[in-house]
């Protein structure tokens, strides 16, 4: 499975991002999907998780309330809404498919798609 992630760019507190993550290669429905960030100088960071059918979702703590995962299988994409953001939100975000669920941990997903920068700042 390839995996491209876009979205990301420079925005103030409070404002809103939405990323996406098209996946080519493998019938996109065999794979629960999750997005990961990794801020300078940090371990990268389990953001949410999506099941195969898109009817259960995981977030990481720092997180919940505030954004939201879903996934159009017709479109093989993945998108992570993100709002009500915040400096500490800044990181690279990437995506990845894995095949189980629920899958928080970042070895057990089996492959990964190049991060997109997401930048907080006024």
């Known amino acids: 499975v390839q995996l491209q992630a876009s979205g990301g760019g420079l925005v103030q507190p409070g404002g809103s991002l939405r990323l996406s993550c098209v996946a080519s290669?493998?019938?996109?429905?065999?794979?629960?999907m999750g997005w990961f960030r990794q801020a300078p100088g940090k371990e990268r960071e389990f953001v949410a998780a999506?099941?195969?059918?898109?009817?259960?979702?995981d977030y990481g703590d720092p997180v919940k309330g505030r954004f939201t995962i879903s996934r159009d299988n017709a479109k093989n994409t993945v998108y992570l809404q993100m709002n009500s953001l915040k400096p500490e939100d800044t990181a690279v975000y990437s995506c990845?498919?894995?095949?189980?669920?629920?899958?928080?941990?970042?070895?057990?997903?089996?492959?990964w798609g190049q991060g997109t920068q997401v930048t907080v700042s006024s």
């Open positions: 999506i099941s195969w059918g898109g009817g259960r979702t």
């Open positions: 290669g493998r019938p996109f429905s065999n794979y629960v």
């Open positions: 990845a498919a894995g095949r189980k669920w629920p899958l928080r941990t970042l070895y057990e997903y089996d492959y």
